[in-house]
């Protein structure tokens, strides 16, 4: 029986004008950084908050979702900032499958050679295809992606991975045994940190939650010694 993880990347649904990059997961990649781009588009008379956005699709994605998946009785629902988490997820709950909602497909970037690597957030799938703990994964880019699926091919030519739509599952209802819900906070604003966490609560199943640190964000009140530290960062 095909026992599924749904792992959903918060940057599934933010879109910007900004060109994301690749950041380490650290505390300044969560909110220092945060305040330098902010502190930096301002100099510059832009204003960064209106530069990123939420798609409609976050008010009705769970309602898809439900029609779509089948839940198990005793599902477990993990919510933290970084998406390696995911890797544990599958494993604790031996799920065989993966479906991934995001903006970037997390197979592992460089080729194969990035499988070598300890887990992390960009390669948390490959690594559970070469530690054997999937067999199969379904990935859902997001619309405002800046990656294609030709990107992976060595890692496409080898492992079972399929790139979909949403409603390409219309008569499908994969069991779904967990979720797994990440941040990421090195890629979406701390502004949109209470829409996020609407975003969790609107699923209706308790949470375990895992290092999703609070990040206080008001611009508006920073001292001249934090603008210093943030651009400094």
């Known amino acids: 029986m095909e026992k599924c993880l749904l792992s959903i990347d918060w940057d599934y649904f933010v879109y910007t004008k900004e060109n994301w990059g690749s950041y380490t997961e650290n505390k300044k990649s969560l909110i220092d950084f945060w305040y330098k781009r902010y502190l930096n588009a301002r100099f510059r008379g832009i204003d960064i908050e209106q530069n990123f956005g939420l798609t409609p699709e976050v008010g ?95 890692i496409n030519r080898i492992y079972n991975i399929k790139y979909c739509k949403l409603a390409d599952f219309n008569n499908k209802k994969p069991c779904v045994s967990a979720i797994h819900i990440s941040r990421s906070g090195a890629w979406t604003p701390p502004w949109l940190d209470g829409k996020f966490n609407e975003f969790v609560k609107s699923l209706g199943i308790p949470y375990e939650l895992t290092d999703c640190p609070h990040r206080p964000w008001d611009p508006d009140h920073i001292t001249l010694s934090d603008e210093i530290n943030y651009l400094l960062a």
């Not at 839940?71 to 544990?88: C, G, W």
């Not at 050679?113 to 054997?132: I, M, P, R």
């Open 60 to 154: 009705t994605f769970w309602a898809k979702i439900k029609k779509r998946f089948y839940f198990e009785d005793n599902i477990k629902v993990y919510v933290s900032d970084s998406h390696a988490l995911s890797y544990k997820a599958a494993k604790e709950r031996e799920c065989n499958a993966v479906y991934l909602f995001d903006s970037h497909s997390d197979l592992g970037y460089g080729g194969l050679s990035a499988l070598d690597f300890e887990v992390n957030c960009s390669n948390w799938l490959g690594k559970l295809f070469k530690d054997k703990y999937i067999n199969k994964a379904f990935i859902i880019y997001s619309p405002h992606t800046a990656e294609k699926p030709e990107c992976f091919q060595p």
